[in-house]
């Protein structure tokens, strides 16, 4: 019984689990829309919906937008059929889609201006700016006359996605179709390494991301059916001026998709399959490069993708590249065969960001190597190129002086020059000082600890700086401990990975969260808990035991909570219910914790993803707050909160933080409140299954707090067995957390007070009033005793007394 029992959930962890099967991506949301249509249209295998489907998604269709239909003939592309009608807005109009995975997703908009069939609009005279969760995309955008398609690629971690749009003065805005799909956690890192000097890290995970070139090499298109993200991949060919000494190749039977290299979304097969390599028949001796030319916005950094897959050399015959970005390197003698242990047609990787600015131009260059002693090739087989945000948010305006210098240059054609930029070296006579010249420089840059190859390297086997904490344990101990990792020890699944039951050689029981080797996502997640959980000793927070990160792994080791996560046991397994006074317990240990987090150090600690699955439970029911893979330093003395991108868990986010992305320790507050009603009322933050209006419990208590009624959702469990006193209390506390601005949220502190007053009224006996009155069904509370809660009679009296006597106690606490 007792796995059954306690084992389905213990940690729920906080990013949510994407589905990837075998067969293709499919995708959490995925809202494909043909604006202006009145029927679906049908696109390769995916149905873009109609006007009346279309409509939902806005505030005000009726008011906002006009339908077109072309009188022109549409130029055959994909998607074509999406382009005969359009949507008009005269207006500012929004856009709306509730979002159910949290993380990166492309957007697409699709633009052919027209004139429609009545004359009515010339759609060429349009002029409007596009903007999302607060990225410009597109400022006085003015769409060419041909067909475009501009993808974007954001993270979104609020519960809806609005996108803009607003008519420039004096014109309209347009769109003839629209695609919001969410793409697999690993497809966009969450920072990459800059090739310029020195090789910082850039942060991806806080930007916007727009696509300006998807290649495939092989002078092939890969159409969007042929990816399982729907992505175009244009072929290079067609923009081949000089091919001399190029070949194309494709085998697409060799490609072989490893457990533990790029997956089919990262790049399909198509991709894979078919490169651009040095023409050797002709040049067997030759050191060479490959380069094409890109022009991009200058003013912009660009995050850079390079796919490689040796489709032309039977191992152990390894290709050895240089790499090359605007003649800088990424990449000196990478040893494909190295990265892919030697497996024939494994896919590989590499990603670097550049900064552009002077002519807008982005040069790639692969050149062939000597390294290994073999004859010198070169091969590409894929690439990508996206702008990233830049510190303003915007993706299509620059900083004006630059703009100034360089809007002649600004164009969005692409022109790849393919060409061969190489210095004829034969190799001969030469060839051995060659070979000794590239393996002393090899041996000298690795020797100063600047090697790119080091550098980018993506085996980090130290994530944490040691220094801080002594808890590493070696994988072996792990191992043991979890029976390697038996299927029949799993004790939860999230996100992250999953957590095992498991047993120490001391005879210790322990949680064991395991990370998937692929979720490059939950690296940050992974360091920032165990910074943050080392730092922290407290009875209400969860301890952490060690970490592991041997071999690649992302492994944290936890105090064993015996009985599982709070969630589990409000609504949705069988075990038995908690009572009303074991309930309040749970609450004042939980705030407790987060007292601590937000008190304890000279900058608080925001939890940032509070929530029932988030507080554990031990064997006495001593609740224990977990999980600080999202948690953020609160914000320094002189400012009132910190800027950053909104995360945390649907149904809990405080409604301040996802507008503003100000974060302060009230954040937390207004999900500690949330919480509190779902403790109170023992069903989920978020329940599709009823009937609108009771779906979110925090806007089904709004109403039926309006309404007076708020007794009629209590858990059916506590009527009557819970002192009214008690309760008002609590509804008056959770209700003060909910405030829609954080200043008129109470502290974690009074929260505390007021939570202990409200247990002290549930155990004793008052003697005055309508004392030991328990909630029945409507009868016990009044409508207004709910809808006039007055602040109780202890209130605000001697705060301060009550403060000072309450941080002593918490001292306490520590351990
Ligand atoms: C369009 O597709 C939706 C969803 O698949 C479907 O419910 C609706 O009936 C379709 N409408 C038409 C006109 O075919
Ligand atoms: C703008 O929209 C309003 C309301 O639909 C409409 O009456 C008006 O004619 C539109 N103006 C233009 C220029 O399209
Ligand atoms: C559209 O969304 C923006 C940003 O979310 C908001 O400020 C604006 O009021 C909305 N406009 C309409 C017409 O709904
Ligand atoms: C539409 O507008 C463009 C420029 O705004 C103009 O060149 C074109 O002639 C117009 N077409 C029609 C049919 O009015
Ligand atoms: C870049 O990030 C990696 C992990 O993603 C880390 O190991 C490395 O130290 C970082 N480099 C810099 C210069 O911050
Ligand atoms: C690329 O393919 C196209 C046909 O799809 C062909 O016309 C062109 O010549 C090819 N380019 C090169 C450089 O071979
Ligand atoms: C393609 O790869 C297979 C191995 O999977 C090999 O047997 C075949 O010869 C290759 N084809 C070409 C044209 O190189
Ligand atoms: C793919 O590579 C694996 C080794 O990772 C090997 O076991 C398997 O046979 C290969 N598959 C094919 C079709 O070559
Ligand atoms: C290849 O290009 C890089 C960067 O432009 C350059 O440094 C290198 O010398 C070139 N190699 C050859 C063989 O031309």
Redesign the pocket.
Known sequence: MGFDRYGLVVFVMSTMCLMKCSLGFDPQDNYLLDCGSGRNSSVGDRIFLSDSFAYRFL??PEQ?SVTAASSQPIPSTYGSSLLTTASVFN????F?FPINHHGRHFIRLYFFPFVSDSRAYNLTSSRFSV?AQ?FTLLKDFQPDITPTVKEYCLSVTSVEL?I?FVPSVDTFAFINALEVVSVPDELIPVSAQAVEVPRTNHSLITHALETVARINMGNQTVSPDEDTLWRLWNSDGPFINLNSLVRFVTNLSVVNYTADGPSVDIAPLAVYGSATKLETESNPNMLLNNTWFFNVDPGFSFFVRFHFCDIIKRPPSQLVLNIYLNSMSVFKDLNLGQHTSNVWGAPYFLDAVTRVSGNGVISVSIGTSLANGNPPESILNGLEIMKISNSKGNLDETDPRIVSLTSQSKQKVWVIAASVAGALLFVGVSGCLIFILCRRNRRKTSNSGHSPQENLSPNESTIISKSKIGYRFPLIAILEATDKFSESLVIGIGGFGKVYKGTLFDGTTVAVKRGAPQSRQGLAEFQTEIEMLSQFRHRHLVSLIGYCDERDEMIIIYEYMENGTLKNHLYGSDLPKLSWKQRLEICIGAARGLHYLHTSSAKAIIHRDVKSANILLDENFMAKVADFGLSKNGPEFDQSHVSTAVKGSFGYLDPEYM?RQQLTEKSDVYSFGVVMFEILCGRPVIDPSRPRGMVSLVEWVKEMQKKGELEKIIDSYLVGKMKMESLKKFVEIADKCLADEGIDRPAMGNVLWNLEYAHQLEGIEIKTGQTGQTVNGSNGVSSTGFAEGSIGDLDGVSMSRVFSEMVKGEKQDLR
């Open positions: 505030s005000n906002e207006k500012t109009s929004n709306t903007s607060g609005v803009t507008t």
